[in-house]
Every structure is written in structure tokens, then in C-alpha cells.
């Protein structure tokens, strides 16, 4: 169904990945179908940022969102957070919030071919990447777009834990085999994609604590939910800890300056 939605000219797909992962392999919807649009996330923090600017929600309201990401749980999440939002802002009313269940790792095993999937899937493990089974390696080389960051020569691999040296980016950047001495020599001349551009992420973070509370009152007030029945609570109740082994109901009273009307004893076992 994800794969089909992507024919859709009303849909948009959001890559909830961080730029670094799309840089070596995103989904390319067919011709006259679905928008893709890259975040452009330097980490995982930066998403509501971005889903709360005015220029974001202009451009999934009133369309189909499709969110992805790499085995299915920062789109799931992502997803949660946008029915939230939706829920609470008159302005932001997409037609659907759909997550890719098993993210690009299932996507690809089940399109061998890969799909509309291009290029390779950015993986956290050993692994390092994934690629469609049935696909020439060549033509996925081919499809991945990314570059050196040095010589701006292509290359599609991350290897050497190289990262953006400007201010607190610190993203990891693609150094070739050509630049890995000088990369090595000088890593302050590292610089990710994002950073070269310039670009700055938004910056204004949503209270997620009561956006999420906000939604749940309109949800509850659009049921004829049960109304709660209001139960007595006793206001003149004392619990008494440390007590001595010689105490007893009469000196409690006298100590407490009052007089007890229930007493209930609490002994270890």
C-alpha cells in the first residue's frame, strides 16, 4: 500500500532520516507522483523543530504524508507527533499520517529490485549499508548521488568516522580513499553538505508536553466518553512512621493533640 501511495500526485513523502543517511540513498517517486521532501536533519532532535515551522505545515496541508525512515521507528514516532500537531492546529490538516512499517530494511527486502527505493540504505551497524539483493551494484552506484567532501569526487561510502568540523555539527561527512591522508592531517577542513550551504535549521522547539495533552483533551471531548464519577477522598488521614515499640493508641492522641477516631496498625512481618 506505502509503495502504491507513492504514485499519488497528493501525496508528499517525508525522509525522517538525517540528511547524512539520505545523502547515500532516498525513495524517488515516479513521474507526475508523489513529493519527496528532505527535512534536511542534521539529528533526530531537529524534527519538531522543522514539523512546527509555518513553511512545513504549508506544505502537508491538505496532502497524503507518507513518513519513512530506516527499520520503522523514528517514522512511527514522527507520524504520532504530526496527528498531534494536526489535531490541536487549524492549520495543519493533512489528508492521512502513514508510517513505513519495517522502514527502508523491509521496503527492500520485499523490492528486491528496489522499488522506488534509489541507491543505498544508511545503516548504524557493521553492516554499514543495504542494498536491493537483485540490483546491479553499478546501476545502484550510478543512482547514489553523494560526493567527497574534500574533492567532490563521487564516492558513496562512509568509512573512517570523518565528521563536519564546523562548530557543533559534527555529522559524519563521505572522505574518499584519495582524501583519507589529508582528511586525516587536517580535519578542521571537514565540512558536511548542510554546513558548505550554510543552512540553518529552525529553531523555535514545540512544547511537546502540552501539545501532546492539548490533543488528547480534543480527543476526549470528540467521544461521548463516560463521565467520570467523583469519588469522596479523605482529607484527615495521618500516616505515622518510626514509631516506638512502647507506643500506644492513647499516647498517639495525647503526641498527636487530638482525638483518633480509626486506627490501623502497620507491623513488619
Not at 96 to 101: E, F, L, N, S, T
Request: proline share 6%.
Amino acid at each position: 500500500e506505502y509503495h502504491d501511495a507513492m504514485k499519488d500526485k497528493n501525496t508528499v513523502i517525508v525522509d525522517v532520516r538525517n540528511a547524512y543517511e539520505s545523502a547515500v540513498g532516498n525513495f524517488q517517486p515516479p513521474k507526475d507522483g508523489a513529493q519527496l521532501i528532505d527535512p534536511k536533519m542534521r539529528n533526530s532532535i531537529e524534527f519538531p523543530k522543522w514539523l512546527n515551522d509555518p513553511s512545513t505545515q504549508q506544505k502537508l496541508n491538505g496532502k497524503k504524508v507518507l513518513m519513512y525512515c530506516t527499520g520503522g521507528i523514528r517514522c512511527e514516532r514522527a507520524t504520532a507527533l504530526l496527528n498531534q500537531m494536526s489535531t490541536v492546529n487549524p492549520n495543519l490538516k493533512p489528508q492521512g499520517v502513514y508510517h513505513m512499517r519495517g522502514g527502508i530494511e523491509r521496503y527492500i527486502k520485499t523490492f528486491p529490485e528496489g522499488g522506488f527505493w534509489k541507491g543505498k540504505n544508511y545503516l548504524f551497524d557493521r553492516r554499514m549499508e543495504q542494498l536491493p539483493s537483485n540490483k546491479p551494484v553499478t546501476q545502484i552506484e550510478a543512482e547514489t548521488a553523494s560526493r567527497c567532501c574534500l574533492c567532490e569526487q563521487k564516492w558513496t561510502v562512509y568509512r573512517g568516522k570523518f565528521k563536519c568540523s564546523k562548530g557543533l555539527c559534527g555529522v559524519p561527512v563521505i572522505v574518499c580513499d584519495t582524501c583519507r591522508k589529508e582528511a586525516q592531517n587536517t580535519p578542521e577542513s571537514l565540512m558536511c553538505d548542510l554546513c558548505k550551504e550554510g543552512y540553518k535549521a529552525p529553531q523555535l522547539m514545540p512544547d511537546l508536553v502540552d501539545l501532546k495533552r492539548k490533543a488528547e483533551s480534543v480527543l476526549d471531548d470528540s467521544v461521548d466518553a463516560p463521565k467520570k464519577v467523583k469519588t469522596a477522598t479523605c482529607t484527615d488521614r495521618l500516616f505515622v512512621s518510626r514509631l516506638p515499640l512502647t507506643i500506644t493508641k492513647t499516647k498517639l492522641a495525647n503526641a498527636l493533640g487530638g482525638k483518633i477516631h480509626v486506627l490501623h496498625w502497620l507491623t513488619d512481618k
